[in-house]
């Protein structure tokens, strides 16, 4: 394959260039730049506000101690002040809060029936690749999704247990077996190969059509649910015929994977599971099976015990109503320091893998969230976000953007679409890209 | 479904009784300002709800309108709000109106939406089409949960690309298994290639009864001939007679006919009973999670699902299945919250090792109240006893927890047994359950707030509102000053008016249970105090204790009950209910009601229900109305 790398574009420089070269770069974009990636991760129950905020703005910042763990890779780091998410405002204290993080949009009040919210960012940035990459994302968590709804404020704990949203009205579900996640990923990295692939095309094609009748004799409202069916049996039948037919230009696995490195599916605990996550994100992206992932640490309202950190001894959700007692605020910082450190692990590790003249960090977007700043009163301005990695030398990192108070993290949200090369003209409630954001 | 109702007080008629005027003059004095027609903010208008037809017409406006007073967001906040007592007086009020409305226009079917299988109902079905007993569906990831809280509720069984990849993955995966495994394998060859039988047509034979099953209906040779011709494929690329007809048995696992719960839809404007195969679905899926047995099938083959007689017969025979156990447990620990036993309701394994320590108590806590449950359908016993009971499910090692001689079988303490409590024992009832305390109880102390919520939503269908934002904090400890109670701690907290109208209601139940601690064991001190098990309803009632509060829950038995037949309905249904249902509700309480509250007689009465046995009209839409 014919790769133009940096260096060939440089050389080339001075040379007079005619049309066709500059189709032929137009045509190999997608495939010879260093791929971007975007992962976003969700901390549930919001920070120990004063233990979070950084002092300082600009790239004159001092890191706070809940954010020290990132000190050593401050130039890749930028951390923000002051943003707010107004479509998360009101209804109740955490399911609103939490189903909008990467969507900005007001989930409806249901118990179910009517499930109602927005597209999700990691969704908006897999629809734009999803051609390019075995798997479009990566939905990932530890917990399984919530159970029960909640007949107090009248939600579903199906929406205080997903971020990403393929539409308004699909969740998607989460893996939470690392070892699932690695099957997973190295089955489609390895799709089209052998002679089952062009068997299991035919058997899809067969079950298509028995949906596109079913689809045919269906109410209206049960046609969502058929076409949700068609709409994944139909992913998975264009990855396999993809794979499998000579025509398109194949991909190609920047890292091989091998099933007996697969991580086991039943980590000791919390702490290993979580790593084991995150691991599984690295192994995505580095191989390239996939450039977009989300990853919760918890669901909404999660009471894990955190037991295993020294100095704690209650679940989350219980020292995030610290009701300013000094030692639920204690332990509640603790908490929100070992997120982070868990984040900087990831970090350091998409740091430490080599691609072109970077690394895969440099390519990447890694967005830290909560949707809550003070747990305790339940509060949705002044958000603890953070973002880790350049995509590629457009965010410019280094610094602590303290904006004004309640601007929208949907303007951060249309910063990085721009930054990813999926660039809108509005993201939810977005007013305009976030200043300070881009570079250049 | 539910609106208010939402104390205690409510079935004590302690609000004012209002009238449709008074209503009206709630709706002017706290409302007017911002929703009269001009203002209409937030896009509600006021004269929406201003003709008593607007109930019958609008009955989801004025819902999700009493929930909002309700919940205390309507007014907002710096308006000023209505007291607690005139809130409670009208959502009290809208409630019991729409419920009228509702049955004015007598029992209705109401929706049926497609739905896919559930995890749970995938693994079932599998196993019992293959005779293969392997959970394959623990790959999939967990269901959430809608409608009336059930992991089986048609709105919230959406689908994501890993589902498509796992059905792949299992439908390979039962296929491989089905080629080696004896019984599965012979399930599925019910004919072979013989001299006198062409491969083709022994695999036109396995095709026809292997889809027959897996779709759960009667198939057509139009259903047959895509799955055939996958067979003529792979037979055509050298593939032998076995391994061909299972490649086209694979896809038919993939199959949305096999995936999804498909009732074929009704054409015609006006409710049709259901046909037989999809009531035989429906009640299997109810009572067994899974596909119908042949037993089932057969009869609905004969036509003769549809009648009463024959139903009231089958019910018996289904409860008393062990496939029935998963109904229980599946219901009770979803109705009851115990499934978060295994998720977020850990108790702290320092102050409570003898709990962290031990899967099997785990184990035996948390599937006590289903098998319960399971007793009381087995025998035929009274509901009621989910309230107060002489018997439990006892083993040896919840008697050693709970601190009681039970008359187990000696030779068989590890297994369940249906037991006679002692007098005294305090354990009669969902109450008196390990695993129901825990799930009300902090990990590291019990909490009367959370067991007196649990009492109002989880037993009686009463939730109490949300707190409002930003609540006062329970009091910061002095340094110096002894500790409060929790008791203490919260009677300053009912101090403040904020908060009084609530928890005067909610914390009294929660008192009660103070004897229990955080694991549910029996203790009579707290703290080196003697625990205060004393509460007082706002009418004055004054009770002291579990057994005292068991009594006042009796008293409210219809609460109770209608509760349990809301969620029962709901599970039944696989869907939310609506104000049209409270109406079959009603009834069915009623039946209930007249055969003793009967475990049975409440299963019976939900399949005999019009919404269970039937099929609503088609709805047609506004732009086919103009066509």
């Known amino acids: ?440 | 479904m539910r609106i208010a109702l939402f104390f205690l007080t409510s079935a004590l008629s302690l609000a004012a009784v209002e009238t449709f005027d008074s209503v009206q003059a709630f709706l002017g004095t706290h409302c007017a300002k911002c929703h009269q027609d001009k203002g209409g903010a937030g896009g509600f208008k006021l004269s929406r709800v201003t003709s008593l037809e607007s109930l019958k017409t609008d009955g989801e406006k004025w819902k999700s309108l009493a929930l909002r007073v309700k919940n205390g967001e309507m007014p907002p906040k710096g308006a000023p709000a209505p007291p607690l007592d005139d809130r409670v007086a009208f959502t009290q009020w809208v409630d019991h109106e729409l419920r009228n409305q509702a049955c004015s226009s007598g029992i209705v079917a109401g929706p049926s939406p497609i739905r896919r299988l559930n995890r749970d109902e995938y693994s079932a079905t599998l196993r019992d089409l293959l005779d293969m007993h392997l959970n394959i569906g623990s790959a999939l990831p967990a269901d959430g949960a809608g409608g009336e809280g059930f992991d089986n509720a048609a709105e919230t069984l959406f689908l994501s690309p890993i589902h498509a990849e796992k059905y792949m993955d299992a439908a390979k995966f039962a296929m491989d298994f089905a080629a080696k495994e004896f019984k599965s394998h012979n399930m599925i060859f019910v004919a072979t290639p013989k001299p006198n039988v062409t491969p083709t047509q022994a695999a036109d034979k396995v095709l026809r009864r292997f889809l027959t099953r897996a779709f759960r209906r009667p198939v057509t040779d139009t259903d047959v001939a895509p799955y055939f011709a996958l067979f003529q494929n792979a037979q055509k690329q050298g593939d032998a007679f076995e391994p061909s007809v299972l490649f086209a048995l694979r896809a038919a696992l993939v199959s949305p006919m096999f995936l999804f719960r498909y009732e074929p839809p009704n054409p015609t404007p006006n409710p049709r009973p259901l046909d037989n195969f999809s009531l035989a679905s429906r009640i299997s899926y109810f009572l067994w999670g899974s596909m119908p047995d042949e037993f089932l099938t057969d009869i609905a083959a004969a036509g003769k699902l549809q009648d009463d007689e024959v139903l009231k017969q089958i019910i018996p025979r289904m409860v008393k299945n062990d496939r029935a156990l998963g109904f229980s447990q599946r219901f009770m620990d979803q109705w009851l919250r115990t499934r978060e036993l295994t998720t977020d309701k850990i108790p702290d394994d320092k102050l409570f090792p003898g709990y962290a320590g031990s899967e099997d108590l785990r184990s035996d806590i948390r599937l006590q109240p289903a098998l319960f449950f399971r007793e009381l359908l087995v025998r035929n016993l009274s509901v009621l006893n989910l309230i107060d009971s002489t018997h439990t499910i006892g083993t040896g090692l919840l008697e050693k927890h709970l601190d009681l001689k039970l008359p187990l079988n000696a030779g068989a303490k590890s297994q369940p047994q249906w037991v006679e409590l002692p007098k005294g024992s305090n354990r009669g009832g969902l109450l008196g359950m390990p695993a129901v305390l825990i799930v009300s109880s902090y990990p590291y102390r019990t909490s009367p707030v959370l067991r007196g919520a649990w009492i109002l939503d989880s037993m009686l269908g009463t939730p109490p509102p949300p707190p409002p934002p930003n609540v006062p904090p329970l009091g910061e400890e002095k340094a110096g000053a002894p500790a409060a109670s929790v008791r203490e701690r919260l009677t300053r907290h009912r101090a403040d008016p904020n908060c009084a109208g609530c928890h005067s209601r909610i914390d009294p139940m929660g008192f009660a249970l103070e004897n229990y601690d955080a694991v549910g064991k029996w203790r009579d001190q707290d703290g080196g105090k003697p625990v205060d098990n004393t509460g007082e309803l706002l009418d004055g009632t004054k009770f002291q204790g579990p057994e005292e509060l068991r009594k006042i829950l009796l008293d409210r038995k219809d609460l109770f009950l209608r509760n349990l037949t809301n969620k029962m309905l709901g599970f039944a249904l696989g869907r939310g209910l609506t104000l049209k249902d409270s109406c079959t509700v009603d009834s069915i309480v009623a039946r209930v009601k007249e055969k003793d509250y009967k475990a049975q007689a409440l299963v019976e009465a939900i399949v005999l229900s019009v919404p269970f046995r039937n099929q609503a009209g088609m709805v047609v839409s506004k732009e086919q109305v103009k066509k």
């Open chain 1, 1 to 440: 394959m014919n790769r133009l790398s940096r260096r060939t574009l440089l050389k080339g420089a001075g040379v007079a260039l005619g049309l066709p070269w500059l189709e032929s770069i137009a045509a190999t974009t997608a495939g010879a730049a260093n791929p971007k990636r975007f992962a976003a991760f969700y901390m549930p129950n919001g920070v120990n506000v004063p233990m979070w905020t950084c002092e300082g703005t600009g790239r004159d910042f001092k890191f706070s101690p809940t954010l020290s763990p990132l000190a050593d890779l401050k130039d890749q780091i930028t951390v923000f002040s002051n943003l707010y998410n107004l479509n998360s405002k009101g209804g109740d204290g955490h399911y609103v809060k939490e189903a909008a993080i990467l969507t900005c949009q007001t989930i409806k009040k249901t118990q179910g029936a009517d499930l109602a919210n927005g597209v999700s960012l990691d969704q908006v940035i897999a629809q734009k690749v999803a051609r390019e990459t075995p798997l479009p994302s990566l939905e990932l968590g530890v917990t399984p999704v919530a159970i029960g709804v909640d007949a107090v404020v009248g939600y579903t704990r199906v929406y205080g247990s997903h971020i990403a949203w393929a539409n308004a009205n699909t969740p998607l579900a989460r893996e939470i077996n690392p070892r699932s996640v690695y099957e997973r990923l190295f089955r489609a990295a390895n799709a089209g190969k052998g002679s089952g692939s062009k068997q299991e095309a035919l058997l899809l094609d067969r079950v298509l059509s028995d949906a596109k009748r079913l689809r045919a004799q269906v109410s209206a409202s049960d046609k969502i649910r058929v076409d949700e069916y068609l709409s994944v049996v139909r992913s998975l039948e264009e990855r396999v015929t993809r794979a499998s037919s000579g025509t398109q230009q194949p991909w190609k696995p920047k890292m091989a994977l091998d099933l007996k490195t697969a991580p086991t599916d039943q980590p000791t605990g919390h702490a290993e599971h979580v790593r084991l996550m995150m691991d599984m994100i690295a192994v995505g992206f580095q191989s390239d099976t996939t450039r977009v992932a989300t990853f919760m640490f918890g669901n909404a309202v999660s009471n894990v015990s955190f037991r295993f950190l020294e100095g704690v001894s209650a679940g989350h959700h219980d020292v995030s109503h610290h009701q300013k007692e000094e030692d639920k605020l204690r332990q509640y910082q603790l908490i929100n320091k070992w997120h982070i450190e868990q984040y900087a692990y990831l970090i350091r590790k998409l740091k430490a893998m080599p691609e072109g003249e970077s690394n895969v960090l440099d390519n990447s977007m890694l967005l830290f969230t909560s949707a809550l700043s003070d747990g305790n009163s339940h509060n949705w301005h002044k958000l603890p976000i953070v973002l880790a990695g350049r995509a590629g030398g457009r965010i410019d990192s280094g610094q602590h953007i303290v904006s004004p108070d309640d601007t929208p993290l949907s303007n951060l949200y249309l910063g990085m679409l721009e930054a990813y090369g999926a660039s809108q003209e509005r993201f939810a409630d977005s007013t305009g890209i976030l200043p300070g954001l881009l570079k250049g």
